[in-house]
């Protein structure tokens, strides 16, 4: 049922339109309708409560154009636009990389590869705070895990990972951040992989098609607009995340390594420029907007189903 | 030419070269064990190590004992004075988080996929658009909003925000996975005069079930995940969660990492014992419907 799903590789659509079924037959009479519209109201609810609302309210709150104008003025500003950029570029396009050949090594046969997938998705299942507080100590330049090593194993003195360079310290961040969402986006592509038949590789294994030409041939092809729906969520995903950034650095040294989401709360909570905040984040508009619709249409009509 | 043949030409490097390629996977799942092992290595040290031993060069505790653990159940240190009351404050909302979700988001699907409601499409989109829409985006007006209704401090304003960002999800899975169940099911309880809330619960619900066990799990994890939403709107010590009293400590001027830590593996345990129990319903339902990492 669910490999069968993920990706539905290039089925006509007309089946599935053939497939939609009325739902109660001959309509919904009155009391049923009711009892149908009154199912609906809790949800309907907590969208305009909880969603709706608090959109309209942070589109108000950040209406201003002199908060923009500010924003631009401000390094601290422009230093994290570069960050988040950053951030999304190499750390969402690395993980999906790296997911994507992750996945096809799990592909492997054998007794170990299961037990090893087992510990592989630990971190996806640790809760974010306590993964990202022990990473912020294993980097403590004194006496942290990794500096200890490096000193045990070849008696240099590591790095001071967090506490003078933007880059080692949003290097730092990106590979934390790499640790603790790839397994969920293996395991995805690992389901995609295991819904392409079989038979596809055997035929090509006759023709002769093996290792690099499997992949490109067979493989990514299939693979290919799972890999994209993938990459574009993972990206709006991050360009929310706030655990990785607010705990492994702290957006230090010297704020420079904030990104959007953490700089929002600093500036509303910090402070106490709520409105200046709300401009921080209703910045990433020109980013989201688009992505958003491409995702919406998507999800919607594509022939991939997550 | 037959196959055979061409195997045989081919036998005397091939199984050499499937030697070397097994070293090479073994050594590769070599990397990934240490890559993935390697932060909670380093909680579990600090955890076992006593306080003086943290500010060593140790890789290993010269004298691993339990202590922090004790002293984190029972609160035997000031910043752990309410751990308990804030852990049963984490399953409090982790609860009711998966209760809501779970309610609400059957709800509207059955409505949406079974009764096929006109205009359910625009419910349909209202979720996707929901889940597409970064949580921490809206941590800023949602704060001011709960302040203004007087829900500060108050655990029900964070199950409210974990409800509304885990429904979206539970309305993908509960109609996808609702399309493999037949409709005729419905249709003939109607037709022995069973109502629609009947048919809900007598009919949907339990033929629902592994759908339900898979979104529980994932609002759970959501939940446990959470961080932001709890500590803006939960800043008393009572009314705080453990991920909130965790960070405290974090940015108090001594942080005893070795409590530190433990508190971290204790609160860490439930997540992960309930993601080992149902990770086979987890990875099917995600690949049914995606969730927000």
């Known amino acids: ?306 | 030419m037959s196959a055979a043949t061409i195997e045989t030409r081919r036998a005397p490097n091939y199984r050499l070269r499937r030697w070397w390629r097994e070293i090479v996977a073994l050594l590769l799942g070599l990397v990934i064990v240490v890559w993935t092992l390697a932060p909670i290595y380093n909680m579990v040290m600090v955890a076992f190590e006593s306080h003086n031993d943290i500010f060593t060069s140790a890789i290993w505790p010269p004298d691993p004992s339990a202590y922090s653990f004790w002293v984190v159940l029972t609160g035997g240190y000031w910043y752990l004075e309410y751990f308990w009351h804030q852990y049963v404050n984490s399953l409090y909302i982790g609860f009711w988080t998966v209760f809501l979700t779970l309610t609400i988001g059957s709800m509207v699907s059955y409505s949406i996929g079974r009764m096929r409601i006109r205009y359910g499409w625009l419910l349909t989109n209202a979720a996707l658009l929901t889940y597409l829409v970064p949580a921490s985006f809206l941590a800023i007006p949602f704060y001011r909003m709960m302040q203004a209704y007087g829900l500060g401090n108050n655990v029900w304003s964070v199950i409210a925000v974990e409800v509304t960002f885990a429904t979206p999800y539970a309305i993908f899975i509960f109609q996808q996975y609702g399309r493999s169940i037949p409709l005729e099911l419905d249709e003939a309880a109607r037709i022995d005069g069973a109502s629609p809330i009947q048919v809900y619960f007598r009919i949907y619900l339990p033929l629902m079930a592994p759908a339900l066990v898979a979104v529980g799990t994932y609002a759970l994890l959501l939940a446990w995940n959470e961080y932001l939403y709890q500590f803006l709107l939960l800043s008393d010590k009572r009314s705080m969660t453990v991920p909130v009293a965790l960070a405290q400590f974090l940015n108090s001027d001594e942080s005893p990492w070795n409590y530190m830590m433990a508190t971290a593996i204790v609160y860490a345990v439930p997540p992960v014992v309930i993601y080992y129990l149902f990770r086979g319903r987890m990875t099917a339902g995600l690949t049914m419907g995606g969730v927000k990492g």
Request: one cysteine or more; glycine letters at 8%; a positive charge.
């Open chain 1, 1 to 306: 049922m669910a490999s069968a799903s993920v990706l539905e590789v290039s089925r006509p659509t007309i089946g599935r339109r053939l497939r939609r079924r009325r739902g109660f037959r001959g309509g919904l009479g009155g009391s049923e309708y009711a009892w149908a519209i009154a199912f609906c109201i809790p949800y309907v609810g907590v969208f305009i409560a909880f969603v709706v609302f608090p959109v309209l309210y942070g589109l108000w709150l950040g209406h201003e154009p002199s908060l923009y104008l500010e924003l631009f003025d401000d390094p601290i500003y422009q230093r994290t636009v570069v960050n988040t950029i950053l951030y999304l570029a190499i750390g969402v396009n690395l993980k999906m990389f790296l997911a994507l050949l992750l996945s096809g090594y799990f592909m492997r046969k054998g007794w170990w590869i299961k037990g090893l997938l087992m510990i592989f998705v630990l971190p996806w299942a640790i809760p974010a705070l306590p993964a990202f507080i022990s990473i912020h100590w294993m980097l403590n330049t004194q006496w942290g895990l990794i500096n200890n090593l490096l000193w045990e194993l070849f008696g240099i003195d590591g790095p001071g990972w967090l506490d003078n360079s933007r880059w080692l310290a949003l290097g730092a961040v990106i590979v934390s951040y790499i640790w603790k969402n790839l397994p969920f986006w293996t395991v995805i592509l690992l389901a995609g992989r295991m819904a392409i038949p079989q038979e596809l590789y055997e035929a090509a294994e006759v023709d002769g098609a093996t290792g690099l030409r499997r992949f490109l041939h067979i493989s990514f092809p299939l693979l290919a607009n799972l890999y994209l729906v993938c990459t574009l969520l993972s990206t709006i995903f991050t360009l929310g995340e706030f655990n990785a950034v607010n705990f492994v650095s702290g957006g230090g040294p010297a704020l420079t390594t904030h990104v959007l989401a953490t700089l929002g709360i600093r500036d509303a909570f910090e402070l106490a420029r709520p409105q200046l905040g709300v401009a921080a984040v209703l910045s990433a508009l020109p980013l989201m907007i688009p992505l958003v619709i491409t995702l919406m249409h998507k999800l919607r009509t594509s022939d991939v189903e997550l």
